[in-house]
């Protein structure tokens, strides 16, 4: 059977481009090596991360929280099993969901290890050890990345440890070393300080979260260290001994000799990711690589083989399951003849700590590296009568504006729901507005959201209201 799109991958990207071919009414395959669809964002990443941070986050609530709330609890305890079992019914209903909408959107998908043959075959080694062979006229490559875990650290799966794995520790452990400072080791480092395991942290430069804001990175290192985490900051681990049952890290300064070791039940390694490209016969499709391993693609998202596409981790980048969305559906209507638009700069970042961490647009750094004229207006969530309602006081959003011409340059934030309050900054930087333009809309009163209109209000000329 031939077909009009071939997708390799059914992760964010490659699902979300399946579905939008298939409403333009192109014939769909979608080719998926393990046995669900939904690759390592609704598998092993986004979605069951989130279901523990959740489940985390309301027992460390009725632990510290409950009782200035007049709830009283009695014997509270983690029952670690069964946070693992609800974990896993939030992936299977999402999983599920998945496969309804490819049968309802009429998409074929194949289980199998796909690889071209040549530009327009795939073959597909399925489990059972037989090959099926796919033709097709286009096709978008959505592979994704796996974690990034060097040979001396000993990754064995038990101990040494990757997101993956982490994500099914069915007791609390006593100890963790988290190496990375960045999105995910974060938010599984707060998963587990918040049931009472030691966290440690070791980053390699001088702050976390380093591709996000400055004032965001201080905001979120003072709520974590309030969890009991700890953080060894410009320093290295150089090496990962497995015990019979703990592991010990071994820890440079850096650009010095000093060094010490931290002994620990767990190491989870998270210091990136790398593209997912091996093996899947790009040479015979005649498919071009950087250096990183990524897909060399132009401003089409098309490589240099005219009729194959590529989105998502496997291309330059930031790693983010929404970037992989626009880009699949980006790819698609390009194949279609039609002439859709992303814009890069406003594709949000999201930390899903609590407080959650949020920004879109240019970071303060940025601006002062470009030499852009900028004016900027921060508004802290304990000045908020919202957030003292429910005790989630810590943290700011931080407008940026351009000194000139007040069009927002870039919103920053850290605090409760700020995931979900960062759309509208993207929603005003789309149409360009100025910080003008936000302040003067009106917001609900008591919410969240009035922090942004008072930042905003700061930076078009100290005229916040309430601090």
Not at 45 to 50: E, L, R, V
Not at 312 to 320: E, K, Q, S, T, Y
Not at 347 to 364: C, D, N, S
Request: glycine share 8%.
């Amino acid at each position: 059977m031939k077909y009009d799109l071939t997708v390799i991958g059914s992760g964010p990207g490659g699902y979300v481009a399946a579905i939008r071919a298939a409403q333009l009414g192109m014939k769909t395959a979608i080719i998926e090596r393990y046995n669900t669809l939904g690759g390592t964002c609704l598998n092993v990443g986004c979605i069951p991360s989130k279901a523990l941070l959740d489940s985390s986050e309301h027992y460390h609530n009725a632990k510290e929280k409950f009782e200035t709330h007049g709830i009283e609890l009695s014997n509270l305890k983690v029952n670690m099993p069964q946070m693992i079992k609800r974990k896993n019914e939030v992936v299977e209903q999402t999983v599920n969901g998945l496969n309804f909408l490819m049968k309802k959107n009429k998409i074929d998908v194949f289980h199998g290890h796909g690889a071209f043959v040549n530009a327009h075959k795939i073959s597909v080694a399925k489990e059972d050890g037989s090959t099926e062979e796919v033709e097709t006229d286009k096709v978008i490559i959505a592979t994704g990345s796996k974690p990034i875990v060097p040979d001396n650290f000993n990754y064995d799966k038990e101990r040494v440890i990757t997101s993956t794995e982490a994500l099914n520790i069915e007791e609390v452990p006593k100890s963790m070393v988290i190496v990375g400072g960045g999105v995910i080791g974060l938010e599984l480092g707060s998963v587990f300080a918040r049931l009472g395991t030691e966290v440690e942290v070791v980053e390699f430069l001088d702050r976390i979260i380093p591709g996000m804001d400055g004032d965001c990175s201080k905001e979120l290192m003072r709520a974590l260290k309030k969890l009991g985490m700890k953080f060894h900051l410009r320093h290295a681990v150089t090496n990962v001994k497995i015990n019979k049952k703990s592991v010990t890290v071994t820890v440079q300064k850096r650009d010095s000799e000093e060094e010490f070791k931290i002994n620990t039940e767990y190491c989870l390694v998270s210091i990136g990711r790398r593209p997912y490209t091996a093996n899947l016969g790009l040479d015979k499709a005649g498919v071009e690589i950087d250096e990183k391993g990524r897909i060399l693609v132009n401003d089409k998202l098309q490589t240099n083989v005219e009729n194959i596409y590529a989105i998502g981790d496997v291309i330059r980048g930031a790693m983010l399951a929404h970037k992989a969305e626009e880009e699949g559906i980006f790819a698609v209507e390009v194949i279609a003849g039609q002439k859709p638009h992303i814009d890069y700069n406003l594709i949000p970042g999201v930390v899903y700590t609590w407080p959650e961490v949020a920004g879109v647009g240019k970071t303060e750094e940025q601006l002062k590296e470009e030499g852009i004229p900028y004016k900027s207006g921060k508004f802290p969530f304990k000045a908020l009568g919202r957030a003292r309602a429910s005790m989630d006081t810590e943290g700011m959003i931080k407008v940026l504006s351009h000194k000139e011409t007040d069009e927002i340059l870039g919103v920053h934030m850290v605090g409760p729901r700020t995931a979900d309050i960062i759309a509208e900054a993207v929603a005003l930087m789309e149409f360009r507005a100025s910080a003008e333009d936000a302040a003067r809309m009106s917001h609900a009163h008591p919410t969240y959201t009035e922090a942004f209109k008072e930042a905003a209000l700061a930076a078009t000329g100290d005229r916040a209201i309430h601090m």
